[in-house]
């Protein structure tokens, strides 16, 4: 269904924010491309869940089938383009005593769908742009992210499937020594996942929050750059095109974000940067923090870098109050529209950590020195980052502040077609005062001792690259063990890691397996190896240098994953998939 629909569809629409790189068999003249990013995921879902009459048939298992054509053309200065995204459910439906039962709607009963059944098709993005000179205007669907992320911060990040634009108008300039741009729109989260099922909770309507910013960055000052800048959101209610802008008029904006920063080149034998956002909030926000509801919010954040001999030495500081109140009224919507830097590991963040990452009152600060031992080849580092978070609501599985320690070290090697990335770390987060809860009676990981008011985290990762005779191995692994202090929602130590072997040869060709295993009760899923192990293999073809073919067939776990300060609950998967990228 994926190929032929979204051809026809491509002919009707207009444009894309998502830029698709140009080939030059697709030239169509000087000065002009035209491009095609064809991508096609088939998805046999093996679900655990069993009817009971008749028995342990498989009637539950369904086939999903996911498509996204992007479309890009540049002529001159102009650029249009458009991404179309479409999904199908298969095997989703059967008879019982005569009777059709579906088994999971695809598509929430007030979303219009132009398609019929069990599928849905979108004009997700559209996008025209015109680059002159000076001035760069654009109207469509795009991102934008200011200074380092506290006041806004939209942008893919397909590491865990976002992908929400900003659709409306952006116009940029230069005057002077100054950088000048302003935009407005409506958010639009994309309605189709590309990599995560679409058929967990039916595809429904946007809420198509309003957002407004200005942005001035200033160059040359001496040593200093400078900047400021200025953002409105209004959250909508209900979904529906225009809802965000036709509630402006209704009342007062619903968050006003002022902020500036400066970056300093060379002062004191350092690189500095530093940034402070001050938040508005109407009474229409939630309040994570219920005795400071009528509080401001701020978020200031301050970076040093130094260079003596062969080290590099950056030490950071932050200090948020109620900066991530911004986003509490997007949770259900699974983004964020402003991300400042968290100064976390986001490869050890757990179900607990997440709390801290995103904190309503949390200072702290991260040191990290790195050692050139031998120059571009290898690199050596510590670290360590001590936070006081005091926020204990939400996320947090806690219910009085902690003091977070975590102290890190890791290597970097880059030889002859060979290259190594290790971290290890351990995490501290120790409570204030007595033990909050009744201790559990099993023994914890580390020993038969009492448990104490400290959840520890040992953790590691591992890259490795090297050549086998003409193919090119790599190995993936990190693994992690997790103690839980005493807590009033009690949770049972664990064990998880993910590991990966690749052979490949030259990019042509790759074979990879896959194993997880976990003891983590949180995890809800099963392996298909044992109850606790899965494992898989993928099949990776490239017939052509723009042409990429998938196969895959097994089972991973579920779990937590963070990306660029935002992190999703990802589920699991047990079955088959097989994808096609192609570019032309």
């Not at 529906?240 to 509630?247: M, T, V």
């Not at 060379?266 to 009474?283: E, Q, S």
């Not at 052979?503 to 109850?531: C, H």
Request: proline share 6%; with cysteine; charged share 20%.
């Amino acid at each position: 269904m994926g190929w032929w629909w979204c051809a026809a569809a491509l002919a009707q629409a207009p444009a894309t924010a998502e830029e698709a790189p140009a080939s030059p068999e697709a030239a169509a003249g000087p000065g002009a491309s035209v491009s095609f990013t064809e991508d096609l995921e088939v998805r046999y879902w093996r679900l655990d869940e069993r009817l009971p009459d008749p028995s342990d048939v498989a009637v539950l298992d369904y086939v999903e089938q996911v498509n996204r054509l992007v479309a890009r053309a540049d002529v001159g200065r102009w650029g249009i383009g458009t991404q179309v995204d479409q999904v199908a459910l298969f095997f989703n439906r059967f008879y019982l005593d005569d009777v059709l039962v579906v088994e999971r709607e695809l598509v929430a009963p007030d979303t219009f769908s132009p398609l019929p059944g069990q599928s849905y098709a979108n004009v997700e993005k559209v996008l025209v742009q015109y680059s002159g000179d000076d001035i760069k205007l654009q109207l469509g669907d795009g991102y934008a992210a200011f200074a380092r992320g506290g006041a806004l911060n939209l942008n893919r990040n397909v590491d865990i499937d976002i992908d929400t634009s900003i659709q409306g108008a952006r116009a940029t300039g230069q005057v002077g020594r100054f950088d000048l741009s302003g935009l407005i729109g409506q958010l639009n989260r994309q309605q189709v996942y590309q990599d995560n099922p679409n058929a967990l909770n039916p595809i429904s309507g946007d809420r198509r929050h309003a957002v407004a910013g200005v942005r001035a960055d200033g160059y040359g000052f001496g040593p200093a750059n400078i900047g400021a800048h200025g953002v409105v959101y209004k959250f909508a209610t209900e979904p529906g095109l225009g809802a965000g802008f036709s509630a402006l008029s209704e009342t007062t904006p619903t968050t006003v974000v002022g902020g500036g920063n400066v970056e300093l080149m060379g002062v004191l034998g350092a690189d500095w940067y530093g940034g402070v956002d001050v938040f508005g909030f109407n009474d229409a926000m939630p309040a994570p923090l219920p005795d400071a509801a009528d509080d401001p919010g701020y978020a200031a954040y301050l970076s040093a870098s130094a260079y003596p001999g062969p080290f590099v030495l950056l030490a950071e500081a932050k200090r948020y109050y109620q900066a991530d109140r911004v986003n509490a009224l997007l949770t259900p919507e699974l983004y964020e529209v402003a991300i400042a830097p968290t100064l976390e590991y986001e490869r050890a963040i757990t179900e607990d950590s997440a709390g801290a990452l995103n904190s309503n009152d949390i200072w702290g600060g991260r040191i990290q020195l790195d050692w050139s031992a031998i120059p571009a080849t290898l690199t050596p580092y510590v670290a360590v980052a001590v936070f006081r978070d005091l926020d204990t609501g939400a996320l947090h599985f806690n219910d009085v502040p902690e003091t977070i320690a975590h102290p890190m070290m890791g290597v970097q090697y880059t030889g002859d077609h060979r290259s190594v990335l290790a971290n290890v770390g351990f995490r501290s987060d120790e409570r204030d005062g007595s033990i909050q809860g009744e201790a559990p009676e099993e023994p914890s990981l580390w020993g038969d001792g009492p448990r104490s008011d400290r959840d520890h985290q040992l953790h590691g990762d591992v890259a490795v690259d090297f050549p086998v005779s003409v193919l090119q191995a790599k190995i993936n692994a990190a693994i992690e063990a997790y103690h839980w202090g005493v807590n009033p929602l009690q949770q049972t130590d664990y064990i998880e890691s993910e590991t990966s072997w690749t052979l490949a040869y030259r990019s042509d060709v790759a074979l990879t397996w896959f194993m997880d295993y976990t003891t983590n009760p949180l995890v809800a899923t099963t392996g298909n190896l044992q109850e606790q192990l899965y494992g898989a293999v993928e099949l990776q073809v490239k017939p052509a240098p723009a042409f990429t073919i998938k196969g895959f067939y097994g089972a991973y776990k579920a779990g937590i994953r963070c990306s660029g300060g935002q992190c999703r609950l990802l589920p699991g998967f047990d079955g088959a998939r097989i994808s096609a990228v192609a570019t032309f």
